[in-house]
């Protein structure tokens, strides 16, 4: 694709990098076949071929309009274009690079403002989520079902095993999970126990910094990403961990850019490098032998997160590991399509979400399975609030 960018963003870093990927680019619509949005809505502006153009247009000049801006909200940078284009087109990256200068450009109304706000303001904070999420349960009854469908009741996270052995790796409690779903990481730890490894958390570590990245407040995602590198940077330079092992796929994704996120920050670029360096996913780190599990075999669907399947291009892994424990997968098609959740994406377009979440259960349910697994808590919990099939993150089957 040929290009002749603006003067405001040739020959700054953004633009250098949004050059190379738009010429790349060749046109040829693969990416329709696989991307959510272009299927529910046929617009080709709802498609990533579509998209692009439309950033090509305001990278070379072009004044964006409320509906370059409302084409981009739709997507949900699931990145399973990434994953069928023959180019190699870094979409995602380019997506986020013209969205933060249509957010510039094009102001939103003031409920749309204050909803991204008080979303980036309030999720990053686990105290302060817990304390919402704890009177959420306490009010269910008056809040509207959409929302009251996505509040849990209270669970205990069960024990975690002390840190006794000589392999360690940091795990990072995030900040929904620990309220959500807080025996993910304990279950994570009593398996690796099992296995020889202490998971251990840093207190000090908060959000990772994608929720407001992904909100387009990309410098509050930076800081994120800087002050948890920090909590992380003693236990690393001492040489204590040998892996940070992600059991949020949605974390894990964005962590292993943290290099190309903070390429730029002479203070913080070698340490994002490493950081990006040690972080795998929990199913790279799980051994298929042995696994000591206790609970019964059971008949289940994996659904397949898009940060874990195209953002980290990890397939197959988890799959193993299940059968591994002796459970048996129920077939699931069109697997690599996007459940809808996609971090704050269901709260902020909720028709496309739903319509996505209904065509996800169908085709999780075909093989009628007695658990459905993933591997995201954003999509533990948008499935969880459609289905009365119990929802897991994996780690807990192989207990």
């Known amino acids: 694709m040929q290009t002749e960018l603006a003067d405001f963003i040739r020959d700054t870093p953004e633009g250098r990098e949004a050059d190379a990927i738009l010429r790349k680019c060749v046109h040829c619509g693969?990416?329709?076949?696989?991307?959510?949005?272009?299927?529910?809505?046929?617009?080709?502006?709802?498609?990533?071929?579509?998209?692009?153009?439309?950033?090509?247009?305001?990278?070379?000049?072009?004044?964006?309009?409320?509906?370059?801006?409302?084409?981009?909200?739709?997507?949900?940078?699931?990145?399973?274009?990434?994953?069928?284009?023959?180019?190699?087109?870094?979409?995602?990256?380019?997506?986020?690079i013209g969205r933060a200068i249509v957010e510039q450009k094009v102001g939103r109304g003031p409920w749309d403002s204050l909803k991204r706000r008080m979303l980036g303001w309030a999720l990053p904070r686990t105290g302060l989520f817990t304390f919402l999420l704890a009177l959420g349960r306490s009010f269910r009854f008056v809040l509207p079902a959409s929302l009251s469908s996505k509040i849990p009741g209270k669970i205990g996270a069960g024990a975690w095993p002390p840190a006794r052995h000589a392999r360690k790796m940091l795990a990072l409690a995030g900040c929904v999970q620990p309220a959500l779903a807080p025996r993910i990481n304990a279950a994570a730890a009593r398996v690796l126990d099992a296995q020889g490894v202490s998971l251990v958390e840093e207190p000090r570590a908060g959000c990772c910094g994608a929720?407001?990245?992904?909100?387009?407040?990309?410098?509050?995602?930076?800081?994120?990403?800087?002050?948890?590198?920090?909590?992380?940077?003693?236990?690393?330079?001492?040489?204590?961990?040998?892996?940070?092992?992600?059991t949020a796929s949605g974390c894990g994704a964005f962590v292993r850019e943290y290099g190309d996120?903070?390429?730029?920050?002479?203070?913080?670029?070698?340490?994002?490098?490493?950081?990006?360096?040690?972080?795998?996913?929990?199913?790279?780190?799980?051994?298929?032998?042995?696994?000591?599990?206790?609970?019964?075999?059971?008949?289940?669907?994996?659904?397949?997160?898009?940060?874990?399947?195209?953002?980290?291009?990890?397939?197959?892994?988890?799959?193993?590991?299940?059968?591994?424990?002796?459970?048996?997968?129920?077939?699931?098609?069109?697997?690599?399509?996007?459940?809808?959740?996609?971090?704050?994406?269901s709260l902020l377009q909720p028709e496309l979400s739903q319509k996505l979440k209904e065509r996800k259960l169908a085709a999780l349910g075909v093989g009628e399975p007695q658990r459905i697994a993933t591997a995201n808590i954003g999509c533990l919990s948008h499935l969880q609030s459609g289905t009365t099939v119990p929802v897991q993150h994996w780690i807990e089957l192989l207990e």
């Open 30 to 96: 693969f990416c329709a076949a696989t991307c959510p949005t272009y299927q529910l809505l046929g617009d080709e502006l709802d498609g990533p071929r579509g998209r692009i153009y439309l950033v090509k247009q305001v990278l070379e000049g072009a004044a964006p309009t409320e509906k370059t801006r409302l084409h981009l909200d739709r997507c949900l940078t699931c990145r399973a274009c990434e994953t069928t284009c023959p180019s190699g087109v870094q979409y995602g990256r380019l997506a986020d």
């Open 211 to 246: 929720l407001r990245f992904h909100l387009n407040d990309q410098d509050g995602g930076r800081e994120d990403a800087r002050a948890l590198i920090d909590a992380w940077w003693p236990a690393i330079e001492r040489g204590e961990v040998e892996a940070i092992a992600m």
């Open 261 to 345: 996120c903070l390429k730029d920050d002479p203070a913080y670029a070698q340490k994002a490098a490493r950081v990006s360096e040690l972080t795998r996913d929990l199913c790279e780190v799980i051994s298929e032998r042995p696994i000591q599990k206790t609970n019964a075999p059971a008949r289940v669907a994996f659904q397949s997160p898009c940060t874990l399947q195209h953002g980290q291009q990890l397939r197959g892994k988890v799959e193993r590991l299940l059968q591994a424990a002796g459970h048996s997968l129920a077939p699931v098609a069109d697997g690599h399509l996007c459940c809808g959740s996609a971090g704050t994406y």
